[in-house]
């Protein structure tokens, strides 16, 4: 559904002052009023845009979460990531939405700092409603309508349960004991052992450190006697969203926002040292973004936790902290079957034997750096201890080739290699070999979600889009792109054979991943975006939506006036602490226009239409692909679906 909007009553985005949030490029809400629904709309396909064909049909067919949903209780969300739900005997297949940062109402800068707690999962069929036709949607917005999901007060309709992390499994589930999950710290991904639901979560956390004895192999910490690269200190004093905040990490004061400085720490963080680092003839080859920049190197502490209470499973017990570099922006995909010596004898059908993961050190690059995708595989037999919830994570890295040309695996994460990127990149001159950006990856990766859709004999990958807030902490202007999108801003497309590109070292390159192409561009879908002073004349963006943060006097006047003098000075104080940093967001971020980003595939929504297409060629095969898409302003979830042919993944079908 689209909407428009009379006025903005609050738009907010990561305050990038700080490192880590800068890194992260995650986002939070805007606040609207006055939405008026309109009807959904076919989003146009077969132009080009760039340089680059669009492929596949797309339609938007309605929003999940959103302003315009005038859903009771919930204002705003984004994600949306599908996982299988353990099945209850005479109910229907379900799967969980798990959705980050939601919002109860439009006026919530009276509600700071943001809340404790504020991801949400809600229910919708495993599988896809009827009403889901082949082709052009003509009932879709029932689809959005199947959403269902749990309110702690049946008379209170914001009192939907939020999902909660514990450090651990004991059974004092007190508020006292709960995880600060509230702005910007989210589920990255969720996937099921066929029993227990279990989710992968980023807390705004780092690992930090005194020696490289508390680092994971190979890491090095800043604070060890050994440790010779660029100091890292703190930003002092430090803009926090939480009370548990980590440091802001700068080498010198110029990483730091006036009038903070920076000062040393007394504990250090773990590091990687490098990127990656691959072998040819005999030459370990690698690229200096960590040398230029060893804030990028950092480590995240990552919960792998568990739905361990069968009376709330939206409360989640940490099994375990893992401590990654290259897998800080992740998506998972359980499958029956993954044979890591073999691929071909995989069966990447969903399934319950092993969980696959892809990850990025970043959710963008910048000044060079590629925030390229690596892999680990781990088996989900035996993973949960149902009586201590600890969880045996053990992956195995995908760590390139051997000498035989068949995928090597390690237990270190140090020793991974991207799944792309690296032979396009490696050129050899007077017989040394270095790394160049000849086939670089986008500069806005954002979020990424893979799917297996054995028609098409493919794993497909969409990611990209665009965040707004990604303007430089000490300036507050917006860098150029490095690595510009063939499309800019829009979700994008890459495919391949197997979940690591392909079989052997050896195999045809028709396996290794396709070059990104756009799937869905901005201007294909600007009737559900906001409009800033660029593109705000055009005939399709939403009028009114200009972003600029709502007046402070609005916001206070939605504090209720029954509330005595002392509640309301305090309330008072609230909203002004609130607006005053939305505000100071929204002059860091300089962009008031709406963006896409968080798309995310529901597996088992995915339909064979190959029989049922009227101008579908001889041995061409035909899928229908339903997924969200997260936009930001206006703060919502929208479901889209998208036609493939095999066609369109044959050979040179897939070249920029």
């Known amino acids: 559904m689209a909407f428009t909007c009379s006025r903005v009553v609050l738009r907010s985005m990561p305050l990038i002052g700080r490192a880590g949030l800068a890194a992260l490029g995650l986002y939070s809400v805007s606040g609207l009023l006055g939405c008026q629904t309109q009807k959904p709309h076919v989003v146009p396909q077969g132009a080009s845009s760039g340089s680059s064909q669009i492929i596949g049909k797309t339609w938007d067919l309605c929003t999940w979460l959103g302003p315009s949903t005038k859903r009771p209780g919930i204002f705003g969300s984004d994600l949306g990531i599908a996982v299988p739900l353990p099945n209850t005997a005479g109910t229907p297949a379900q799967l969980g939405l798990v959705f980050g940062d939601t ?14 707690s504020d ?43 939020r999902m909660r992390i514990f450090p651990d499994a004991l059974p004092d589930r007190s508020e006292a004991r709960v995880l600060d999950t509230g702005m910007l710290r989210t589920p990255l991904a969720a996937f099921s052992d066929g029993v227990h639901t279990f989710g992968i979560f980023i807390r705004d956390q780092y690992a930090s450190c005194l020696s490289n004895a508390e680092c994971p192999d190979a890491m090095v910490c800043s604070k060890d006697a050994s440790y010779t690269g660029h100091s890292l200190g703190g930003c002092e004093p430090n803009v926090a969203l939480s009370s548990d905040a980590p ?63 069968p009376d709330r499973p939206e409360d989640f017990a940490t099994g375990y902290y893992f401590k990654t570099n290259k897998f800080m922006n992740l998506t ?30 970043a959710f963008l690059g910048r000044d060079g750096f590629q925030a390229l995708p690596f892999f680990l595989y781990q088996p989900l037999t035996g993973l949960l201890d149902e009586i201590t919830g600890a969880i045996a994570w053990a992956p195995r890295f995908f760590a390139g080739y051997d000498v035989a040309g068949a995928p090597a695996w390690s237990a270190r994460e140090v020793d991974a290699q991207p799944i792309y990127g690296v032979d396009e990149n490696l050129v050899q001159e007077g017989g040394v070999w270095s790394f160049r950006d000849v086939a670089p990856e986008l500069d806005y990766v954002n979020q990424m979600s893979m799917q297996w859709v054995p028609q098409l004999g493919r794993w497909l990958m969409l990611y990209g889009g665009e965040t707004p ?35 052997r070292a050896d195999a045809p390159d028709a396996q290794r991943f396709s070059p990104a192409r756009p799937v869905l561009p901005t201007s294909a ?29 609005d916001a206070l006047a939605s504090v209720p006036t029954s509330m005595g003098p002392d509640d309301l000075l305090s309330a008072s104080t609230s909203c002004i602490a609130g607006t005053v940093a939305l505000d100071a967001q929204y002059s860091v971020g300089e962009d008031s226009a709406g963006h896409l980003y968080g798309a995310s595939i529901i597996g088992s929504w995915t339909q064979d239409v190959t029989g049922v297409l009227p101008d579908l060629p001889e041995n061409d095969a035909a899928v229908e692909l339903y ?15 998208t036609q493939l042919r095999s066609s369109d993944f044959q050979a040179g079908a897939a070249t920029q």
């Open 525 to 553: 879908i600007a009737d559900q975006l906001a409009c800033d002073e660029e593109t705000k004349a055009s005939t399709t963006c939403t009028p009114g939506l200009d972003g600029r943060p709502g007046n402070l006097w």
């Open 627 to 641: 997924w969200n898409v997260s936009t930001w302003n206006p703060y919502q979830v929208l479901l889209m679906k």
């Open 332 to 361: 998972a995909r359980a499958v029956a079957h993954f044979d890591p010596l073999n691929p071909e004898n995989s069966d990447y059908s969903e399934g319950t034997e092993t969980l696959l993961v892809w990850g990025r050190a």
């Open 247 to 309: 440091p802001a990490y700068c080498r010198d004061d110029a990483d730091c926002t006036s009038p903070a400085v920076c000062n040393q720490l007394e504990r250090g963080v773990c590091l990687a040292t490098q990127p990656f680092s691959v072998t040819r003839d005999g030459q370990q080859i690698s690229t200096s973004w960590y040398n230029e920049d060893p804030r990028r190197g950092i480590a995240t502490i990552l919960h792998v936790a568990s739905a361990f209470w």
């Open 469 to 503: 807030a990604q303007a430089d902490p000490v300036t507050g202007k917006r860098p150029p792109p490095t690595h510009a999108q063939t499309s800019p801003g829009a979700i994008h497309l890459r495919s391949a054979a197997h979940p690591f590109g392909r079989a």
């Open 103 to 116: 919002w109860a109402s439009a006026a919530e800068a009276c509600n700071y700092p943001i809340l404790k």
């Open 119 to 161: 991801d949400f999962m809600a229910r919708i069929p495993a599988v896809a409603p009827a009403s889901l036709t082949p082709g052009q949607p003509m009932a879709a917005i029932d689809a959005c309508n199947s959403l269902q999901y749990t309110l702690s007060d049946a008379n209170d309709p914001t009192s939907w349960r």
